[in-house]
T-cell receptor
Framework: EDQVTQSPEALRLQEGESSSLNCSYT??????LFWYRQDPGKGPEFLFT???AGEEKEKERLKATLTKKESFLHITAPKPEDSATYLC???????????FGIGTKLQVIP | GAVVSQHPSRVICKSGTSVKIECRSL??????MFWYRQFPKQSLMLMAT?????????EQGVEKDKFLINHASLTLSTLTVTSAHPEDSSFYIC?????????????FGPGTRLTVT
């Protein structure tokens, strides 16, 4: 069974204080690893898809990286508007189902 | 990016009644749509996967007679919660995907908050 574990569960940063969120996964043949951002009371917003180890993708202050066992979401010089829950999910080869982690709740303090 | 809408955003219903939630892909045709529910401080739990024109595939533990899913077109899927009870109160979110050989991203709707009194 596919599993996704995210850490930490919650993270509090000062504005401008860079950090990383971790997503560890086990899957029988990775088709794709996804990062989403979710604001309270809203649906997840797509950020990145990573397909193979060594791949990196960037969007503004966010950078996602992937190894064979985990993915990191690096946040550089965060701003208060980056406060949200960040979800990681994996999809196995040959399957439509996507398995989500519980998320990391990020709070950026001005 | 792809846009997915859900309607209604909030609904309150009495115990024993049925509620229908619509999910639409606005600017693309979705080969597959998914329905999730999310409890506070918990991950998204997949309820079912539906492909246009075929019966939905339900996850283990999800009652297919209680949560009726219809995927009538490539842009519309509906979830009907039949004979709702207070324990069905939750945040329901749909997603839609377009599968290509090189990508398989899901785009989510804004969610529907269901409260059963």
């Amino acid at each position: 069974e596919d599993q996704v574990t995210q850490s930490p569960e919650a993270l509090r940063l000062q504005e401008g204080e860079s950090s990383s969120l971790n997503c560890s996964y086990t899957v029988s043949g990775l088709r794709g690893l996804f990062w989403y951002r979710q604001d309270p009371g809203k649906g997840p917003e797509f950020l990145f898809t990573l397909y193979s180890a060594g791949e990196e993708k960037e969007k503004e202050r966010l950078k996602a990286t992937l190894t064979k066992k985990e993915s990191f979401l690096h946040i550089t010089a965060p701003k208060p508007e980056d406060s949200a829950t960040y979800l990681c999910a994996v999809q196995a080869e040959g399957y439509q189902k996507v398995t989500f982690g519980i998320g990391t709740k990020l709070q950026v303090i001005p | 990016g792809a846009v997915v809408s859900q309607h209604p955003s909030r609904v309150i219903c009495k115990s024993g009644t049925s509620v229908k939630i619509e999910c639409r892909s606005l600017d693309f045709q979705a080969t597959t749509m998914f329905w999730y529910r999310q409890f506070p401080k918990q991950s998204l739990m997949l309820m079912a996967t539906s492909n246009e024109g075929s019966k939905a595939t339900y996850e283990q533990g999800v009652e297919k007679d209680k949560f009726l899913i219809n995927h009538a077109s490539l842009t519309l899927s509906t979830l009907t919660v039949t004979s709702a009870h207070p324990e069905d109160s939750s945040f329901y979110i749909c997603s839609a995907s377009v599968g290509t050989p090189s990508s398989y991203e899901q785009y989510f709707g804004p969610g529907t908050r269901l409260t059963v009194t």
